[in-house]
């Protein structure tokens, strides 16, 4: 499962990239991202990046083809479905008070008294702030286009 506020942060990206930096050199706008890494890159570091042995398969777009709400979230990788606090346990929670994914042995260890329901009920509402607030960059990605 995408973890829905690193979705919400490459949206505030996308939707203002003039403003975004190079996240390599820091130096120079970004204009690339690295699907696989999901890292924002320049023109420079995105050649590269590609050039280096570990990322030659790496596939990099540029990032005025980010359009849609699944382009978004191909961006973001994929968390590991396993707890890295209990092996073994599946992350099948999601913490309100701490805004992360848990296992069932987190709920009696290490976030008891937090708030906490289970991802599949959560899900939905966070899909609905971010769906709404797509709207904004749309019109920023619209305008870009021109």
């Known amino acids: 499962m995408h973890n829905l506020f690193e979705i919400r942060d490459v949206f505030e990206k996308v939707k203002e990239p003039q403003q975004t930096q190079c996240e390599n050199c820091e130096k120079n706008h970004s204009t690339r991202i690295c699907q696989d890494?999901?890292?924002?890159?320049?023109?420079?570091?995105?050649?590269?990046?590609?050039?280096?042995?570990?990322?030659?398969?790496?596939?990099?777009?540029?990032?005025?083809?980010?359009?849609?709400?699944?382009?978004?979230?191909?961006?973001?990788?994929?968390?590991?479905?396993?707890?890295?606090k209990h092996p073994g346990k599946k992350l099948k929670i999601y913490c309100e008070t701490c805004s992360e994914l848990i296992c069932s042995d987190c709920t009696i260890r290490l976030h008891r008294g937090h708030r906490y329901n289970l991802i599949s009920d959560t899900f939905p509402k966070y899909k609905e702030e971010i769906l709404a607030s797509l709207e904004p960059v749309k019109h920023h990605i619209a305008a870009a286009d021109k």
Do not use: G
Not at 38 to 59: G, I, M, P, Y
């Open 37 to 84: 890494c999901s890292v924002f890159l320049c023109q420079e570091c995105a050649d590269v990046h590609k050039k280096w042995k570990d990322f030659r398969n790496h596939t990099i777009i540029e990032i005025s083809h980010v359009q849609t709400s699944a382009n978004v979230a191909s961006l973001v990788p994929q968390k590991k479905k396993i707890c890295q």
